[in-house]
């Protein structure tokens, strides 16, 4: 076996650790000169119950095995007791669950659950992993369950990336794209007299049409997997029992083995007088039956640049409230370029205010509203005046009212959402998380989707894969796409030092905007190299068109840990976007100019 201290000693000691807790009614981790190790053995000899002892003090690997242990399940002490593959904890809460009737119901065995997982949360990432355990034999439950906005808008099965996010969006904004295009068309030849106008009605009917069509598909392929469905708010009030309250207040109540908590994120409000009574969200947006006319949106996030986008496009006039930059998080070079291509397109912005009030003016739909802000930097402040306000400030995770603190899972009091270990483990063993909820990781849907899978086939699959969070390729669906994989300049910066660092860099010009002639030298790409690594690509940015497309590629080629060598040795297809990523010689510090005159 190889030594306990190397990585693969670590994972093969887990291995066995997990083994022994499986195949043995009760585990004790003890050390045997320990009065507390001591009280406990003697509780367990006094209910006549068999337990098997590990005593670490008398193991050549016993520290070892008591760090893995607190990797495991964030106790670092012993006794660490383990019944029916459930950890109890220490002597005091071995005590505890004795007293108050629950050791009794561990040491029944795991007949007493109803099902072997319950997952909280029908998003993406709950119906992956569902699925994937109830395809590996395993009994599932999913619980899901939309809280109406307080504009009272719900939505059915597949969360928030289905109803309220991704899919919408990028419909909205084809339905944007194609109003350019039909500019553009003119250029190429096709003459039309007709008056071109948008009818939103029609959009959103035809938009909510298809996401009602994968509502129902959910179902069917949960019902056909055999995964008992509940349209329910789940929430703990044991560590293996959980309370479903459906919409009409019913309550009925279900155990599981293991729990996978996928409750995902809802909209964050201003905190102003008028927010929740007059303003909507991208909860409201995809689905409101008007036209949201001259419109205000406020906040700087991807989400709130998406939709500032699709309106414009669609002919609307939008309004940018913009407290400090553009795209936190993302590479602020990129950012800025894409704020500005929207700027020259039609998008106004206001840099640096933040509304202090909302007001009615005229209800309608819409109606009228009086929005008041403050400068961030002065006493200044500004009225408006706007049919719609749309708040897009960032998005807070759903895990303050499903009962966590009753089961002790640990949660970060300043985000709300749950740290994990690289196995999706919460700091209760039997607990898991995926998604958006997940403290430091990214939040999109295709990582929760894969997470879900792999983390059912570890649980109940015998798989050891985890979810790699490294080289994630992202877009956002801003007029000018931003597609991105891997680290921002200001990242690459921080963590190798900018003398280590190379980046290559260009403006490009798509063909097809060639005739109509205009936004020659909008489209940006860079590449961010590591030169103590063969330069090694570990960011790849472009602001273009179908940049998600583009960026797909190349982030299974950064997988593989392609190089600028590797890269300039790709022959590119002409004439497309994505060949540029493969002639691209100039380098940032040369200071080059990078104009492009043509295709």
């Known amino acids: 076996m190889p030594p306990t201290g190397s990585d693969s000693g670590r994972e093969e000691l887990k291995g066995r650790l997990k083994q022994l807790i499986e195949n043995k009614r009760v585990v004790v981790f003890s050390k045997s ?126 969360g928030t990336c289905v109803n309220v996010g991704c899919i919408p969006k990028k419909l909205m904004h084809q339905a944007a794209l194609h109003g350019h295009s039909l500019q553009d068309s003119r250029k190429f030849g096709w003459e039309f007299s007709e008056k071109v106008q948008h009818n939103w009605e029609a959009m959103t009917e035809a938009i ?39 919409k009409r207040g019913k309550e009925t109540f279900h155990t599981a083995a293991y729990f996978v908590l996928a409750t995902g994120e809802r909209p964050r409000y201003l905190g102003v007088p008028g927010d929740k009574e007059y303003c909507i969200t991208s909860d409201d947006l995809f689905s409101l039956s008007y036209c949201p006319g001259k419109t205000l949106v406020v906040g700087a996030s991807y989400v709130a640049l998406e939709c500032a986008g699709f309106l414009a496009g669609i002919g609307l006039d939008v309004t940018v409230m913009v407290r400090s930059i553009l795209l936190r998080g993302f590479d602020q070079q ?41 400068s961030t930097e002065s006493e200044d402040t500004i009225q408006g005046e706007y049919n719609t306000v749309l708040i897009a400030v960032g998005r807070d995770a759903c895990t303050g009212k ?6 002790g899972v640990k949660v970060n009091e300043k985000n709300g959402k749950i740290p994990v270990n690289d196995e999706e483990q919460t700091n209760v063993p039997h607990v898991y998380a995926i998604g958006d909820i997940l403290d430091g990781k990214l939040e999109l849907t295709p990582i929760a989707i894969q997470a879900g ?9 015998g798989s050891s894969i985890k979810c790699d969070y490294i080289n994630v390729p992202t877009t ?16 690459a910066i921080e963590f190798y030092g900018e ?48 940049a998600g497309e583009i960026t797909q590629g190349f982030a299974a080629a950064m997988k593989c840990g ?38």
């Not at 004795?98 to 709950?126: A, F, P, R, T």
């Not at 704020?339 to 397109?345: H, I, L, R, V, W």
């Not at 499903?402 to 089961?407: Q, S």
């Open 208 to 246: 909510q049409n298809y996401i009602g069509s994968l509502n129902w598909g959910y179902r069917v392929a949960l019902r056909d997997k055999a995964v008992t469905y509940l349209n329910s708010f789940g929430e703990f009030v044991e560590p293996h029992k959980i309370k479903a309250t459906d």
């Open 33 to 158: 000169s320990c009065p507390f190790c001591i009280q406990v053995k003697q509780l367990f000899k006094s209910l006549d119950v068999q337990c098997h002892v590990e005593e670490l003090d008398l193991q050549d690997d016993g520290v070892t095995i008591q760090d893995v242990l607190f990797e495991m399940t964030g106790q670092k002490t012993v006794p660490n007791v383990f019944v029916n593959k459930s950890h109890v904890g220490g002597c005091d809460k071995t005590l505890e669950a004795h007293k108050n009737g629950l050791l009794k119901k561990l040491l029944e065995g795991e007949e007493k659950y109803d099902y072997d997982l319950i997952v909280i949360g029908g998003g993406s990432g709950g119906l992956a992993c569902s699925k994937e355990a109830a395809s590996l034999g395993k009994k599932v439950m999913v619980l899901d369950f939309v809280v109406p906005t307080p504009q009272g808008t719900t939505w059915g099965l597949g």
């Open 476 to 491: 956002v669906f801003t007029p000018l796409e931003y597609g991105c994989c891997g680290l921002s300049e200001e990242k």
């Open 402 to 407: 499903i009962g966590l603190e009753k089961v």
């Open 499 to 546: 003398g280590s660092i190379e980046v290559y860099h260009s403006n490009f010009w798509p063909l097809e905007w060639t005739v109509p002639g205009g936004s020659n030298n909008s489209c940006y790409s860079k590449i961010i190299c590591n030169k103590l690594d063969r330069e090694r690509i570990v960011g790849l940015h472009v602001l273009g068109p179908n």
């Open 453 to 461: 899978k792999l983390l059912a086939r570890r649980l109940f699959g």
């Open 334 to 374: 990129m950012a800025n370029n894409a704020g500005k291509y929207m700027e020259e397109n039609g998008v106004k912005f206001i840099k640096k205010f933040v509304p202090t009030k909302i007001e009615q003016l005229e209800a309608g739909q819409p109606g009228r509203l009086k929005v008041t802000a403050k």
């Open 562 to 599: 392609i190089t600028k060598e590797q890269l300039d040795s790709t022959i590119g297809i002409h004439p497309t976007c994505a060949e540029v990523f493969t002639t691209m010689e100039i380098s940032k510090r040369s200071g080059a100019d990078i104009t492009q005159r043509g295709c």
